[in-house]
Structure formats: C-alpha cells, structure tokens
C-alpha cells in the first residue's frame, strides 16, 4: 500500500496490482482500512500506517490481556425453505 504515496503508479495500476477487480473497489477497501481515500494520502505524500496484526491465538498478547481461544461447535440441524418469486 506504500505505492500509493511512494510511486508514481497510477492508482489504477495499484489497485490491479493488489488483486482488486477495480479502482473503486480498491479505494472503498483503502478508505475503510485507513480512514481516507488514497488520493489523500499520495497528496499529502504520507505513507499510510499499517497495524501490526494481533496473534489471536496466543495466550495474551503484548499488554498481558487475556485472549480468547476460537472453538468449534456443532448445532443441531435445520430445515431452511425458500420460495421464488418471478
């Protein structure tokens, strides 16, 4: 993500090179994860700040809070009916 303030890509090209299926699609993902669009970014020439990912499974993590280990559960079964409206 740091070619959109680093290069001089278009973001287009960025948003492709990422594996999105467009520019649009890129931006709504960027401005969720970052809080702007990336045009922000590369106009104010900052990189934007990516967050170290938290181990979820670890026991704690860095500030000694307790995390919560995933567990798999079996429901019982349902019957789901639909009808098609044409």
């Avoid at 467009?22 to 990189?47: D, L, W």
């Avoid at 860095?62 to 349902?78: A, D, F, L, T, Y």
């Amino acid at each position: 993500m740091a070619d959109v303030a680093t290069t001089d890509k278009s973001i287009t090209e960025i948003a492709f090179e990422q594996g999105f299926d467009s520019p649009e699609v890129f931006t709504r993902a960027f401005k969720m994860a970052f809080g702007a669009p990336p045009s922000a970014f590369r106009n104010a020439h900052e990189e934007p700040y990516l967050f170290e990912r938290e181990n979820l499974l670890s026991n704690q993590n860095e500030s000694g809070v307790m995390i919560m280990k995933p567990e798999m559960m079996q429901k019982e079964q349902k019957l789901l009916v639909c009808l098609a409206k044409e």
